[in-house]
């Protein structure tokens, strides 16, 4: 009820707010629409960059940037709500000036594609956003690929035009998560745990679009009524990029601890590599069933981060010589298995040092328990 009660209230003060470029507002000839991606970050949540539609028509006082980005970080169980895939983001609009501060102080560059569509088509596409805005349709609940701020704005430009004229015209050849994966440059242990969560969606062809660069790109290749759907990009906003730097976050951190844990040749550091990549398996099968994220379903990932680990503990425990061997045997199968499924995907360097330390720590268990006479009773 209250969450109803909110919305209710958020809509209210959104339609009071629209009201000086709502529905009724008749754009002159010489108003404008464009499309305006802005850049990635080094934060989490600026990684992807951003997409958002700018309307501007001087002669009405009008310049209002339209976007479906935003979401509440006060929304109750917000970590869950993300991680289970039903939380709520919505569109908002802002002034141009004020849309522009937010990325001046993130110094993210911020660049302009005007679309060259007639006057009745900018006007019915500020009439479709009003209408969005003061409407339940202005929620939705995000979705990483088929549903974001940048797929949102690719469905109402289409619905504007009146047919599927924005389409992926880039590196359809390429899976999703080939095309996600440079993203993750800047931080190694974001692209390990990436790399490791995502399941088989990720490994289909990127038809859609659904990064705010991705676009920017497609646009510039679309033709509309035979001429080019936009003008050349334009840059609004540059900064040079800088390349955060971390004493932990990288690979050779990466390397060292895994070589510790092989080189240290300690049972008690084996288990708890063993029980923590178990434990991590029976994470990924939980948010394989738990989460609305098609992305973190079907994770063959599941094969190195073994939950038959816990198991084995658990006879390593009791001393159960055969099991031990058996579930070890049956372990270094699986990681045979996904070595062999990993051959053509782009993550297979950076799972590629836990492989070699699971093996390795497996093999000595074997070793160590052929040795051990068991006792006869």
């Known amino acids: 009820m209250k969450s109803l009660l909110k919305k209710i209230l958020f809509i ?25 991606t802005c850049d990635t970050g080094n934060e989490s949540y600026s990684l992807f960059g951003h997409t958002a539609i700018r309307i501007t028509d001087l002669e009405k006082n009008l310049d209002v940037v339209f976007n479906y980005g935003a979401f509440d970080f006060k929304t109750p169980n917000f970590v869950a709500k993300f991680a289970k895939g039903d939380l ?42 009003t209408a969005t805005l003061s409407s339940s349709e202005s929620y939705y609940t995000y979705k990483f690929i088929d549903k974001n701020c940048t797929s949102m704005v690719v469905d109402i430009l289409n619905k504007t035009l ?3 004229v924005i389409v992926k015209k880039t590196d359809t050849d ?17 692209k390990l745990g990436t790399s490791i969560i995502f399941g088989k969606k990720v490994d289909d062809f990127g038809t859609r679009i659904f990064l705010p660069l991705e676009l920017h790109k497609s646009l510039k290749l ?61 994470f990924f099968a939980f948010m394989g069933f738990y989460s609305f994220h098609d992305e973190l379903a079907y994770n063959y990932n599941i094969l190195l981060f073994n939950p038959l680990l816990l198991v084995l503990l658990y006879f390593s425990y009791t001393k159960n010589r055969k099991w031990i061997i058996n579930l070890c045997l049956a372990n270094l199968f699986f990681l045979f298995v996904y070595v062999l499924f990993m051959l053509n995907k782009i993550h297979l360097l950076i799972v590629l040092p836990l492989v070699f330390t699971s093996t390795i720590i497996l093999v000595k268990i074997i070793i160590r328990e052929s040795k051990r006479i068991p006792v006869v009773i």
């Not at 908002?92 to 522009?100: E, G, I, K, L, P």
């Not at 390429?174 to 974001?190: G, V």
Request: include cysteine; charged fraction near 20%.
């Open 12 to 36: 209210l003060l959104l339609i009071s707010s629209m009201s000086s470029f709502g529905q009724n507002r008749i754009l002159s000839k010489n108003a404008s629409v464009s499309i305006i």
């Open 174 to 190: 390429k899976t999703y998560r080939t095309i996600l994966y440079p993203y993750f440059d800047t931080s190694f242990y974001e």
């Open 162 to 164: 009146g047919t599927t």
């Open 222 to 282: 679309i033709q509309y009524e035979n001429h080019p759907l936009c003008k050349e990009s334009k840059t609004v906003l540059e900064f040079k990029k800088e390349t955060p730097s971390s004493c932990w976050d990288n690979y050779y951190t990466y390397a060292f601890l895994l070589a510790f844990i092989v080189l240290i040749n300690k049972k008690s550091i084996d288990i708890f590599y063993l029980f923590t990549m178990g434990l991590l398996g029976l």
């Open 88 to 129: 709520e983001y919505f569109a908002v609009a802002n002034n141009f000036s004020d849309f522009m501060n937010q990325y001046t102080y993130e110094k993210r560059s911020v660049f302009e594609q005007e679309l060259n569509i007639p006057l009745a088509k900018k006007q019915k596409l500020l009439d479709n956003l």
